[in-house]
């Protein structure tokens, strides 16, 4: 991610800044830049502040609610893989068909020579 051109606590220093200023000279006016501006500018960005952090939260939302359907999801495919096995057998075309393994197409478990283990 591209670096930010402001730093994290630009927020706090607009705040400061407003009260120095306040304190020194309420009409100070910097050629088009005043405190009337400046208070303008902090707000807006503590209002897209507010609403970035409400977002934030939406997605969290958003994100368990959907770590939550696929669990449930995958919890219904299983039951079902599961019933079709049961039912039709685990090397059969059905089990196949929703997604199983036929126990004739599995890999035999490759076994480590155990005196090449037994060396290493």
Do not use: C
């Not at 303008?40 to 977002?55: F, G, H, I, Y």
């Not at 939302?61 to 299983?78: G, R």
């Not at 039912?87 to 599995?106: H, L, N, P, Q």
Request: aromatic letters at 4%; charged letters at 25%; glycine letters at 6%.
């Amino acid at each position: 991610m591209a670096r930010k051109p402001y730093p994290s606590n630009v927020q706090e220093q607009a705040h400061a800044l407003q009260d120095a200023l306040k304190e020194i000279d309420p009409n100070l006016k910097i050629g088009s830049f005043d405190l009337g501006h400046l208070a303008t500018s902090t707000s807006q960005a503590r209002a897209a502040l507010v609403q970035a952090q409400a977002l934030d939260i939406q997605q969290d939302e958003a994100h368990e609610s959907l770590h939550n359907a696929n669990a449930e999801l995958w919890d219904v495919i299983k039951r079902i893989r599961n019933g079709i096995k049961g039912i039709y057998g685990d090397d059969s075309y059905e089990f196949e068909k929703v997604g199983g393994t036929r126990v004739s197409e599995r890999k035999a478990p490759t076994r480590k020579n155990r005196q090449a283990a037994a060396q290493a």
